[in-house]
């Protein structure tokens, strides 16, 4: 648990800032800056995106240290493609269905089968990443904002993933109990439960378009 250890004290700086007054933010010393701030909060306020970022840091947390670095980069360099491509407009559509299909997949693969594949955890991890940076585009404005808001949606997305997947994989550590890990796994179960629900209202919204 070294990574979430050393990355304790920025976590607790990003939280106090985030915590200031919207009029402290908006007369800040770097102009522009209360966009990175909301950018760092559009993953945990958008629920498909924090659903998929539970189920892919749950699933990683079980199988915590191993495989962490790996899919850890695959999603972020996958994010950051996923900008790109939103960017240029190369939308396939309907991506907020198949990021929750990720997160139920991901889900049922920690309930049912917790040791995986690293061929799988980085398959899901790589789209997972795309999806997600293809949702975090603001709306429209100039270049500089827009910037400085995806900047702050990497961050809040990567740092979400780190920590949730950390916080899974400390307490298999700290607690070796068989219950723990029966208890993750009834986590994960739920979730996937939540991400269908939410799959066949989210498929429907779009199949009536």
């Not at 909301?38 to 079980?62: F, R």
Request: aromatic share 10%; proline share 6%; net charge positive.
């Amino acid at each position: 648990m070294s990574l979430p250890k050393r990355l304790a004290p920025a976590a607790f700086a990003l939280c106090s800032s985030l915590l200031l007054p919207r009029d402290t933010l908006a007369h800040s010393p770097i102009p522009g800056i209360e966009g990175f701030y909301i950018g760092i909060l559009h993953p945990l306020s958008t629920p498909s995106q924090l659903l998929a970022l539970l189920a892919v840091g749950v699933m990683l947390g079980l199988r915590w240290p191993k495989w962490f670095t790996v899919t850890w980069v695959t999603f972020a360099a996958a994010m950051l493609l996923g900008i790109g491509l939103e960017q240029f407009g190369m939308m396939p559509g309907g991506e907020e269905p198949m990021l929750l299909l990720v997160a139920v997949l991901a889900a049922m693969l920690s309930a049912l089968y917790p040791t995986g594949f690293l061929t799988t955890f980085v398959i899901l991890l790589g789209i997972c990443g795309i999806l997600i940076g293809i949702l975090s585009t603001p709306d429209e404005g100039s270049v500089r904002a827009t910037i400085i808001t995806l900047s702050g949606s990497f961050v809040g997305a990567n740092l979400a993933l780190i920590y949730m997947a950390g916080g899974v994989g400390w307490l298999r550590e700290r607690f070796a109990q068989q219950w723990v890990r029966i208890g993750l796994r009834i986590i994960a179960a739920w979730i996937a439960a939540i991400g269908i629900l939410m799959l066949g209202m989210a498929w429907r919204s779009f199949s009536t378009l």
